[in-house]
C-alpha cells in the first residue's frame, strides 16, 4: 500500500496542525550517532564517495543527448580509472553508488571497484526521481537495483544513495524492506543518526550528505540551461578544507560527494588529492567506506 499523506483544502497556512506535523514526522532524524572515538583511536572519520552515473544523467528524463552521454563516458574511461589510481596510492577505501543501468554497461568497472576493497551501494536503477513514483514502481526499481549490482559484483549492497538525493515518502519504507545498513541523502546532522518513520526508529544509519559537500554544486555545465555554476577549483578545495578542518576539531565525520565526470579533469583532480594529503597529514584520520561509517557509529554511539 502506498504511503501517502492526503493534501487538505486550503493554503499551506490554512493546514490543520496534525497534517503539517503529519508531513514532518514522515521521516526524521532520530538518536545521534556520534561515537567519542573511531577505530585504532582516530579523532576523525572520513567517508569519501563517488557517485557514478556516467549516462545515466542524460537517459533518466529521457534525454538523447549524444553530447552529454559522451560526457558520462567519460566517467568510465577517465574517471573512475583516475580515482580508482588515487585511492589505491593513497591505499584508502571508498564508497561507489552506481545506477544499475551503469552497472549492466560497465559490469567490468564495478568488478574493478570491489575487488579493489571499495564498496558499491544502491543508486537507482536509471537514477531516476523517487519522489515522481508510486510505492509499487519505486520498490520494483530498488529491489532489481540492488539484485543488479549483486548479481554483477556478487556482492549484496547494504547501503543507498538515491539519485539526486530524491526521497520519497515511500524511500525509508522501502529501504526496511531490503534490509539496509545505512542511508546516505539526507541532511538532518552533520553526525550519524537514527532514522525515524512516523517516529518509530528503524535502526537504519543515516550517514548525511552536504550540498557544500557535493562537486557538482560547484562545477556541474549543462549547455541548455541558463544556470551554469562555476567555481574556481581552489575556492572548492577551501571550502572542502574547512569543511574537514571543523569535522577534525568535533571529532566527528567528514563525508564528501562526488562524481567521476566532474571531479576528474586535470584541472580539478588535484582538489581530492589536496583533501586526501590535507586529512592523512593530521595523523589520527581514519578512511573507510560509508557501510564502515555506518556499522561502526550504530555500534559505538556516545
Given amino acids: ?24 514526522n514522515q521521516v526524521r532524524a532520530g538518536e545521534r550517532l556520534a561515537p567519542k572515538n573511531w577505530p585504532g583511536g582516530a579523532r576523525c572519520a572520513v567517508a569519501l ?22 560526457w558520462g563516458q567519460y566517467g568510465n574511461r577517465v574517471g573512475v580509472p583516475r580515482v580508482l589510481e588515487l585511492l589505491k596510492r593513497h591505499d584508502i577505501p571508498a564508497s561507489f553508488y552506481v545506477p544499475a543501468v551503469v552497472a549492466l554497461t560497465y559490469p567490468d568497472e564495478q568488478r574493478r571497484v570491489i575487488a579493489e576493497g571499495h564498496e558499491i551501494g544502491i543508486h537507482g536503477w536509471i ?6 513514483l508510486p510505492y509499487e514502481v519505486e520498490r520494483d526499481l530498488m529491489f532489481r537495483a540492488a539484485d543488479t549490482l549483486e548479481h554483477v559484483t556478487g556482492v549484496r549492497p547494504v ?26 541523502s ?12 512516523d517516529g518509530v526508529s528503524t535502526g537504519i544509519v543515516e550517514v548525511p550528505v552536504e ?50 565526470h566532474i571531479i576528474t579533469p586535470r ?24 557501510a564502515q561509517v555506518a556499522e561502526y557509529a550504530k555500534a559505538n554511539k556516545a
Fill in 1 to 24: 500500500m502506498t504511503k501517502t499523506v492526503a493534501n487538505p483544502a486550503g493554503e499551506p497556512w490554512q493546514w490543520e496542525e496534525a497534517h503539517w506535523r503529519g508531513l514532518i
Fill in 49 to 70: 564517495s563517488f557517485d557514478a552515473d556516467h549516462e545515466t544523467n542524460e537517459l533518466r528524463d529521457g534525454g538523447k543527448s549524444i553530447g552529454r552521454m559522451a
Fill in 127 to 132: 537514477h531516476e526521481l523517487n519522489s515522481v
Fill in 159 to 184: 547501503g543507498l544513495r538515491t539519485p539526486s538525493w530524491d526521497f520519497s515518502p515511500n524511500t525509508l519504507r522501502i529501504e526496511t524492506e531490503l534490509g539496509l545498513l545505512y542511508d546516505s
Fill in 186 to 197: 539526507l541532511m538532518a546532522d552533520e553526525d550519524c543518526y537514527d532514522l525515524l518513520m
Fill in 211 to 260: 550540498w557544500i559537500r557535493d562537486d557538482a554544486v560547484y562545477f556541474m555545465m549543462h549547455r541548455f540551461q541558463s544556470l551554469r555554476p562555476y567555481t574556481p577549483p581552489k575556492d572548492v578545495l577551501d571550502i572542502f578544507l574547512r569543511e574537514f578542518d571543523a569535522a577534525y576539531e568535533a571529532g566527528g565525520l567528514f563525508q564528501l560527494t562526488m562524481h567521476p
Fill in 267 to 290: 584541472s580539478r583532480i588535484w582538489i581530492l588529492e589536496e583533501v586526501i594529503r590535507h586529512a592523512k597529514a593530521k595523523g589520527d584520520v581514519w578512511f573507510a567506506t560509508h
